[in-house]
Nanobody, 119 residues
C-alpha cells in the first residue's frame, strides 16, 4: 500500500522558515510529478509548487522567490523550503504525488501538515 507522509509543519513567526518533507513509501516503480498544495480555513485548496521527475519547477505567484520545491529521488522524498513566511501562508499543506505502479500512474495525497505563521 502506498503512503505519502508529510512532516515539518509547525508554528513560526512571520519572517521565519520551515522545511516540509513528503516521504513516499510502499510498492511503486517511480515517482513522476510531486506537488505541494495548501488549504487555509474557509478557502479552496490551491497549488503552491510542483516539480517534475526531471526537476522542472513551477510556483504560485504568491510564493515565488520565497518557497523552493525540491526532491531526492533516491529517498523517494520531496521537500518544500519556505522562507520569509507571512501570516497569509498559514494553512494545512498537502503533498500530492503521481506514482507509477506497473504500467499505470496514480495520484496520492498525504494527510497534511499544519503551518501557522504568527504576526
Amino acid at each position: 500500500q502506498v503512503q505519502l507522509v508529510e512532516s515539518g509543519g509547525g508554528l513560526v513567526q512571520a519572517g521565519g522558515s520551515l522545511r516540509l518533507s513528503c516521504a513516499a513509501s510502499g510498492t511503486f516503480s517511480s515517482i513522476n510529478a510531486m506537488d505541494w498544495y495548501r488549504q487555509a480555513p474557509g478557502k479552496q485548496r490551491e497549488l503552491v509548487a510542483s516539480i517534475t521527475s526531471r526537476g522542472s519547477t513551477n510556483y504560485a505567484d504568491s510564493v515565488k522567490g520565497r518557497f523552493t520545491i525540491s526532491r531526492d529521488n533516491a529517498k523517494n522524498t520531496g521537500y518544500l523550503q519556505m522562507d520569509s513566511l507571512k501570516p497569509e501562508d498559514t494553512a494545512v499543506y498537502y503533498c500530492n504525488a503521481e506514482l507509477r505502479i506497473g504500467l499505470q500512474f496514480f495520484r496520492y495525497w498525504g494527510q497534511g501538515t499544519q503551518v501557522t505563521v504568527s504576526s
